[in-house]
């Protein structure tokens, strides 16, 4: 696979607080996942009658779509958050799916006027530090369809701005497009002005593993659900890892909780790793 994320990523993500890669994703896969999250997120044509509140939905992790939930297990993405946290041992953090509507307004959970924001309030019990950014969390967000100026797109704010607003940076791009942030990052909502079709959102975050403290949502409720169960099944044993599962070799592994391990998600054991 060709080198999409790389030390000059790592060096603008350190310098802006964001980096914003365009055609991450491209051709059968970007297809194949834009189909996935349409039939997740239903399109304008599809709710226009009968609105959701807010003009918005945002849905629970996991998806029900497989393509969405293997995008996770992306060796780049982990391979850039183990550097920019600065450790190997690392463990997602549930993400979730966004959709804005003609009609929606920017704002949020502890925002001003603007809208600007840190997600640091709702994704850990514990304040910003502004000179260890690995204690935080990395963000890694697609815009699997276009998203245009007139499409709520979000507003990131690099560090080199202070508060001014004046100077935010609208996340306008292609399909397929990447942006990475921290929880420390600047960035608000914005108005969706069209009045017509959709801005559609999916991601997720990585942190590193012993930062108990932290993590929008938890999973370990989805052990017995169908498509995330299925999902575990296909994983290699240190892909599990970062999912919070023990290590090959943990004590909790006997032959008998392996065999429940293997009702419980199909095709656990099929390389005998453990």
Same mark, same amino acid.
């Given at each position: ?6 030390? $000059?990523?790592?060096? &603008?993500?350190?310098?802006?607080? *964001? ?24 399109? /304008? ?13 945002? $849905? =629970? ?16 993405? /982990?391979?850039?958050?183990?550097? /920019?946290?600065? @450790? ?6 549930? %993400?979730?799916?966004?959709?804005? *509507? ?28 502004? $000179?260890?950014? &690995? ?9 699997? &369809? ?12 690099? $560090? =080199?701005?202070?508060?001014? @607003?004046?100077?935010? &940076? ?11 942030? @921290? ?26 593993? =012993?930062?108990?403290? =932290? ?17 575990? %099944? ?14 090959? %070799?943990?004590? *909790? ?14 095709? /656990? ?6």
């Amino acid at each position: 696979m060709p080198e999409k994320l790389t030390d $000059t990523h790592l060096d &603008e993500l350190a310098k802006k607080g *964001y980096v914003i890669v365009p055609d991450y994703y491209a051709g059968s896969q970007l297809s194949e996942m834009q189909e996935a999250q349409r039939r997740v997120l239903p399109t /304008w044509e599809a709710v226009k009658d009968n609105p959701p509140p807010g003009r918005a939905i945002l $849905t =629970e992790f996991p998806p029900p779509e497989m393509p969405l939930l293997r995008g996770i297990v992306d060796c780049q993405a /982990w391979a850039f958050a183990r550097k /920019w946290l600065k @450790t190997e041992q690392i463990h997602f953090r549930a %993400g979730c799916m966004i959709a804005r *509507y003609p009609g929606f307004k920017g704002g949020g959970v502890g925002s001003d006027a603007s809208g600007l924001h840190i997600d640091n309030g709702n994704n850990s019990l514990l304040p910003q530090s502004p $000179t260890a950014p &690995e204690f935080g969390q990395l963000v890694f967000w697609f815009h699997l &369809e276009d998203v245009e100026a007139a499409q709520a797109p979000l507003r990131l704010l690099s $560090t =080199e701005h202070g508060r001014d @607003t004046a100077k935010y &940076e609208p996340l306008v791009c292609k399909g397929g497009t990447l942006c990475i942030f @921290t929880n420390y990052t600047l960035h608000s909502a914005s108005d969706y002005l069209r009045k017509d079709g959709q801005r559609f959102t999916w991601g997720f975050g990585l942190g590193r593993a =012993e930062h108990y403290w =932290e993590g929008f949502r938890h999973y370990t409720d989805k052990g017995r659900h169908a498509t995330f169960a299925k999902f575990i %099944g296909t994983l290699t044993a240190a892909e599990r890892e970062v999912f919070r599962f023990p290590p090959a %070799g943990h004590p *909790y592994y006997t032959p008998q909780t392996l065999q429940a391990l293997a009702e419980q998600y199909p095709g /656990w054991n099929a390389r005998g790793e453990y």
